[in-house]
């Protein structure tokens, strides 16, 4: 299965603006990409889905460039509220078909 | 309105014990989903029911995990017999579109399995 693949961790302080990269090269066609935020002992909790180019919604922007083989999530002015786990979601071509596969997570620390 | 509810929370037993999982998705949800989520890796698909049919099973180890959905609403995970790398979360996550390209997943809470 192919991998989607995210930078392991990053680190920010309050109040600046977080971009985190997921490369998906076998995205399906007409897939979307959907990030999800996971706390310690919680399920994944849907962020932003988008197809192309740019959405933004109350919590986040998705930045998808023309060849959707990658996509970032912008988190502007992230709190210390914001540590957590970030995945991206995408439907990957594999030989047995089309399958949502999870990136592999980035966690962000947020200091003071 | 109510989440996507799981049980147990917590499972602790001995290798080659059996157990099951319980899910309740959302009201309403057609589609349900089955994860597993190893530590510091993201969740891996096991199964995905659209109503009672079971429309991709392929990474579901067969010889030992099984999965139903009667009714189309809640639906169990079990594994018999359990082994130390079963050790994990099991996630299961329920949505309103019918394998549609755009779909939003709700998660549950998950149960923590650990295997001895």
């Known amino acids: 299965l192919a991998k989607t693949t995210q930078p392991i961790s990053m680190d920010s302080y309050e109040g600046q603006e977080v971009n985190i990269t997921c490369s998906h090269n076998?995205?399906?066609?007409?897939?979307?990409i959907t990030w999800y935020q996971q706390f310690p002992s919680q399920g994944p909790r849907f962020i932003i889905q988008g197809y192309k180019t740019k959405v933004t919604n109350e919590v986040a922007s998705l930045f998808i460039p023309a060849d959707r083989k990658s996509s970032t999530l912008s988190l502007p002015r992230v709190s210390l509220s914001d540590t957590a786990v970030y995945y991206c979601l995408v439907g990957v071509l594999t030989g047995g078909g089309n399958k949502l596969t999870f990136g592999t997570g980035t966690q962000l620390k947020v200091e003071l | 309105e109510a989440g996507v509810v799981q049980s147990p929370r917590y499972k602790i037993i001995e290798k080659k014990q059996p157990v099951a999982f319980w899910c309740n998705p959302i009201s309403g949800h057609n589609t349900l989903y089955w994860y597993r989520q190893n530590l510091g890796q993201g969740p891996e698909l096991l199964i995905r029911y659209e109503n009672e049919e079971a429309v991709d099973d392929s990474q579901l180890p067969k010889d030992r995990f099984s999965a139903e959905r009667l009714k189309g609403v809640d639906s169990t995970l079990k594994i018999q017999p359990a082994e130390l790398g079963d050790s994990a979360v099991y996630l299961c996550?329920?949505?309103?579109?019918?394998?549609?390209?755009?779909?939003?997943?709700?998660f549950g809470s998950g149960t923590q399995l650990s295997v001895l």
């Open positions: 996550a329920s949505s309103s579109r019918l394998g549609l390209a755009n779909e939003k997943l709700f």
């Open positions: 076998n995205i399906a066609t007409n897939d979307y």
